[in-house]
Nanobody, 114 residues
Framework: QVQLVESGGGLVQAGGSLRLSCAASGSMFRLNAMGWFRQAPGKQREWVAVISSGDWANYADSVEGRFTISRDNAKNTVYLQMQGLKPEDTAVYYC????????WGQGTQVTVSS
């Protein structure tokens, strides 16, 4: 069973930066496209970014140009560098394969104050 552990969230002022990490167990990590997702209070979980096994990346329009997804296959870890944060980025952030096929982790809370 693959386990996903997200970390790196916190409270930051608008315009600030955070770097999220997601550690995944299992030997198949490098073969999977990985994604970041987020869920704001009262809203459905939404897709944020994806990185393929070959390091091709794509982003939701709302974060394009501000967020960067990357991965380190040797560490079974995927990252999300977030810059220019806005209050509307406030959410719990999750990682999973893309599309999601494993149980969700606990996520990491990102709160952006105005």
């Amino acid at each position: 069973q693959v386990q996903l552990v997200e970390s790196g969230g916190g409270l930051v002022q608008a315009g600030g930066s955070l770097r999220l990490s997601c550690a995944a167990s299992g030997s198949m990590f490098r073969l999977n496209a990985m994604g970041w997702f987020r869920q704001a209070p009262g809203k459905q979980r939404e897709w944020v970014a994806v990185i393929s096994s070959g390091d091709w990346a794509n982003y939701a329009d709302s974060v394009e140009g501000r967020f960067t997804i990357s991965r380190d296959n040797a560490k079974n870890t995927v990252y999300l560098q977030m810059q220019g944060l806005k209050p509307e980025d406030t959410a719990v952030y999750y990682c999973n394969t893309n599309p999601a096929k494993y149980a969700w982790g606990q996520g990491t809370q990102v709160t952006v104050s105005s």
